[in-house]
């Protein structure tokens, strides 16, 4: 009879993270941050139709890098469980927090339990009702961790690059425009630079009523790189 | 609450209504037993939609009734379902209020889900198989008999649909009135469609009077108040998208209305 290899756990949670990290580093990274008139969250995608940035709820919106069947599984799961949560209570009751939670509780449990774990990074953005002051920002990784973030994160393979470049040019007090160029410029790098026609940009702003996300238009994304 | 994660084969979809039921939600359960019958709801009234030059214009009184008792003198019946369309109710209030609010969420829901918005045809079917599922609520007495209506974005015009207990669906050329005063209203209502399509104000007008119309009529439909500052609820949905008229607009029309019908019926 044979008898299976021990392998310690600490290797396979190695093992695993490091899949997780590889799968999550072969695509394009994404920025959220919080400027002067609410949440902006933009992202390189080539793609017209397949989102990495979408509406959950009221002041709610998910942004996910990685494997594109996982995270929009995800996304899908935010948009019921918000929208169930809404119904069943009230819509002042869905918070990002518990969103946030319950997505870490779920990617936390398929990274030990699962064979595979999801090569996913989300971000479960909430403009604050108070204008941005509350605004929040929930970075999630593929094993469950949860990073709350006030100012602004980076989520995909070079991350750490990508926010030094911004950090450098950002501040809360920016408008729409800048905070967009200074986002594209900062997921391209020095040495390459992105068209307005691969940037999938969107926002979350109080005056677009109570939906406050909006997808920015191919028009309204080279005005706002240009001007 | 968990994460509403599903495998591929049982997967909702952008149904809210099945995810509802998948998490053992649903709202629409049969009863026990055939109390409904004997306990008395409130009920709304009347409530009326027809096609003026703009869209459709949406409108319904504010009184709901219990047997003969006046339940509510503010209720609202109309109701915007999304940003281009709008359902009124007519019948039980409390399985009709949340149906719409079923209806809302169902139509935002699939918007989100599936990043298109569904089309206008789409919406009228959705609410039809909601009133099939209230059925059972409807044989023991829960009754509800919505008007939807909603700006076509492909036919680039306005539509009106009404409804049986079965979940029948039935498309209006001009207009509709349901409830108890819906007959007295639509008398008003199709002398008032006469000749070339209405303007806004017009359109408003004859809403109100309608409404005016079914209330002297019939007892379960409450009229204009203009000491306690209740007027109709009135709304247009056009290619602009469904809005409210404000009060004080409803107030100036509700006051021109009345003027209007000084007289009338040789003072009967």
């Known amino acids: ?227 | 609450m968990n994460l509403p994660i599903f495998n591929p084969v049982e997967d909702p979809g952008p149904s809210f209504f099945a995810t509802l039921e998948r998490l053992g939600m649903s709202p629409f359960r049969r009863l026990e037993s055939s109390l409904a019958e004997s306990i008395s709801l409130p009920h709304g009234t009347t409530i009326l939609a027809f096609k003026y030059a703009d869209g459709v214009v949406m409108a319904g009184d504010r009184r709901a009734t219990e047997g003969n008792f006046i339940a509510h003198r503010r209720i609202e019946k109309v109701f915007a379902a999304d940003r281009y369309s709008g359902v009124a109710i007519a019948g039980a209030a409390g399985p009709a209020v949340e149906m719409v609010r079923l209806f809302q969420t169902q139509l935002e829901h699939y918007e989100k889900v599936e990043g298109v918005v569904l089309s206008l045809e789409g919406k009228a079917n959705q609410l039809a198989q909601m009133i099939r599922a209230n059925l059972p609520m409807a044989m023991q007495g829960l009754a509800v008999v919505p008007l939807f209506a909603g700006w076509d974005h492909i036919r680039s015009s306005g539509r009106i649909f009404t409804y049986d207990l079965t979940g029948g669906k039935y498309e209006e050329v001009a207009f509709q009135t349901t409830g108890s005063g819906g007959r007295d209203a639509k008398g008003t209502i199709k002398a008032g469609l006469k000749g070339a399509p209405l303007e806004r104000r017009q359109a408003l007008e004859l809403a109100v009077s309608a409404l005016v119309e079914a209330s002297e009529e019939d007892s379960a439909t409450g009229g204009p108040d203009l000491n306690r500052g209740i007027f109709p609820v009135v709304a247009t949905i056009t290619g602009e998208g469904f809005a409210f008229a404000s009060d004080e607009e409803l107030e100036e029309i509700t006051r021109n209305v009345i003027e209007a019908r000084k007289g009338i019926g040789g003072g009967q």
């Open chain 1, 1 to 227: 009879m044979s008898m299976p290899f021990y392998v310690a756990p600490e290797q396979v949670m190695k093992d695993r993270a490091d899949y997780a990290r590889k799968g999550i580093a072969r695509g394009r990274s994404l920025l959220g941050c919080i400027y002067s008139g609410g949440i902006l969250l933009c992202a390189e995608n080539p793609s017209k139709s397949l989102h990495k940035i979408s509406e959950i709820y009221d002041r709610i919106a998910f942004a996910g890098v990685g494997k594109y069947n996982e995270f929009d599984q995800l996304r899908v799961a935010g948009v019921r469980h918000a929208d169930t949560k809404g119904y069943a209570y009230s819509r002042d009751d869905v918070d990002a927090r518990s969103l946030a939670n319950v997505y870490a509780s779920y990617l936390g449990q398929v990274f030990t339990h699962e064979m595979k774990p999801l090569e996913v990074e989300i971000l479960v953005a909430e403009l604050g009702r108070n204008h941005q002051g509350h605004s929040q920002l929930f970075h999630i990784l593929y094993d469950g961790t949860v990073m709350d973030e006030s100012h602004f994160t980076v989520l995909g393979g070079d991350s750490e690059a990508i926010s030094r470049r911004f950090g450098d040019a950002y501040s809360e007090e920016m408008s729409l425009s800048a905070a967009l160029k200074a986002a594209v410029s900062a997921l391209a790098g020095p040495e390459r630079s992105i068209s307005a026609g691969d940037v999938e940009a969107a926002v979350l702003e109080d005056s677009n009523g109570r939906r406050t996300f909006r997808r920015l238009g191919p028009s309204e994304l080279t005005e706002l790189l240009a001007g």
